[in-house]
Every structure is written in structure tokens, then in C-alpha cells.
T-cell receptor
Framework: GNSVTQMEGPVTLSEEAFLTINCTYT??????LFWYVQYPGEGLQLLLK?????DKGSNKGFEATYRKETTSFHLEKGSVQVSDSAVYFC???????????FGKGTTLSVSS | EAQVTQNPRYLITVTGKKLTVTCSQN?????MSWYRQDPGLGLRQIYY???????DKGDVPEGYKVSRKEKRNFPLILESPSPNQTSLYFC?????????????FGSGTQLSVL
């Protein structure tokens, strides 16, 4: 069935550093791919999504490109801020559309 | 404001004492779901509902019950809680079932079972 694997953290960066969080997927067909973010003490919220191959999702300076050839959806940001400190989840729906499947999450900590 | 509301935010209880975590959405969403989040295990689906009176098991349904009598509400019931149900719980909803839908999450309920 569909699944997603993402690098586990924690990832610790200084402000203005470049961020990459790796995510690879296994899927039947080409489902939409998502990145969700969980700030401390809050629920998850959608950060960005891409609906088909070669699509680039972007939001708040974060970007991710749906790569069919490498089955990847890596999250990147050119210059992180302290306020980006959070847990990031890569996700896709299962084939039946009944459950959103998440990676285990990557904790990002940014210091000033 | 469009939102998913869960209550309570924090709950401490003892083994065997029945409890209910409420979940309500104001977006007229068809699909609702419960997840639990545990360190090292990520988020796992407990139950989901496609519409009123239509519910089904997720990956970890043991020890939980749900009901969907109204479209907006999807309570999670623990009839006899045990310590292994200590976890962070999230309710979520979307307009329809996947594969392209955005899920909206509640703020979470931190449950401790002593």
C-alpha cells in the first residue's frame, strides 16, 4: 500500500541556514503529496501540497517538488527563522482515500 | 471561523473510568477521523467516518469507540481506558475522503491514564 518515509531528526540549525528535510514515498498511481507542520502545543496544519508530478508546492518560503523519477517530495527553505521551529510531517492518502498516512515527523529547532 | 474543536485539551484519568473526547467541525465536512500521536510512532488512525452513521476502523481501533449521529460531531469514547492509551489525540476533518483533500486538525487532547 501507499507509504511515506522521511528523515528523522532532530534537525538543529542556526537562523538563516538552508533547510532540507527528505521525504520519499511509495504509491499506486500519483496521489497528491503534502507537508504538514505542527507548532509546539498545536494541531497539525497544512504547509503545502502538490497534486501531480513536477508540481511545486510553496508556502511561507518553503518549497517541495513532486518528483516521480525519484519518488521524492523533499521540503526546502532557503533561510530558516526561529519561528520555523516545529515538527514537519510528509503525508499522502492511502489508496482507498480513507486515511492520510504520515511520516514519523522531523523536529526542526532553529536558534538565533 | 472554520475550525475543528476538540475538548478537553488535557485530561488525566484512572484506569477503567469511561471517558469521552468531543470533536466538532463547522465546515459541513463529510469525512472525519481520529488519530493518536506517540513518540517514535508518529500519527496513527484510530477510526474514521465518511458520513453520518458511517464509521470504520483505522489502524489502531482496539479499546476505542466512535459515533457519528450528526454531521458536525464525532466523539471518541474510551469505555475502559488503560495506561497504554496515554497519548496525544487529534480529530480531523475534510470536505470529502482523499486522495487530494486537505485535512483540518483540532488542537489536540493530551490524555494521561494512570
Amino acid at each position: 500500500g501507499n507509504s511515506v518515509t522521511q528523515m528523522e531528526g532532530p534537525v538543529t540549525l542556526s537562523e538563516e541556514a538552508f533547510l532540507t528535510i527528505n521525504c520519499t514515498y511509495t504509491a499506486t498511481g500519483y496521489p497528491s503529496l503534502f507537508w504538514y507542520v505542527q507548532y509546539p502545543g498545536e494541531g497539525l496544519q497544512l504547509l503545502l501540497k502538490a497534486t501531480k508530478a513536477d508540481d511545486k508546492g510553496s508556502n511561507k518560503g518553503f518549497e517541495a517538488t513532486y518528483r516521480k523519477e525519484t519518488t521524492s517530495f523533499h521540503l526546502e527553505k532557503g533561510s530558516v527563522q526561529v519561528s520555523d521551529s516545529a515538527v514537519y510531517f510528509c503525508a499522502l492518502w492511502n489508496q482507498a482515500g480513507t486515511a492520510l498516512i504520515f511520516g514519523k515527523g522531523t523536529t526542526l529547532s532553529v536558534s538565533s | 471561523e472554520a475550525q475543528v474543536t476538540q475538548n478537553p485539551r488535557y485530561l488525566i484519568t484512572v484506569t477503567g473510568k469511561k471517558l469521552t473526547v468531543t470533536c466538532s467541525q463547522n465546515m459541513n465536512h463529510e469525512y472525519m477521523s481520529w488519530y493518536r500521536q506517540d513518540p517514535g510512532l508518529g500519527l496513527r488512525q484510530i477510526y474514521y467516518s465518511m458520513n453520518v452513521e458511517v464509521t470504520d476502523k483505522g489502524d489502531v481501533p482496539e479499546g476505542y469507540k466512535v459515533s457519528r449521529k450528526e454531521k458536525r460531531n464525532f466523539p471518541l469514547i474510551l469505555e475502559s481506558p488503560s495506561p497504554n492509551q496515554t497519548s496525544l489525540y487529534f480529530c480531523a476533518s475534510s470536505l470529502n475522503r482523499g486522495v487530494n483533500e486537505k485535512l483540518f486538525f483540532g488542537s489536540g487532547t493530551q490524555l494521561s491514564v494512570l
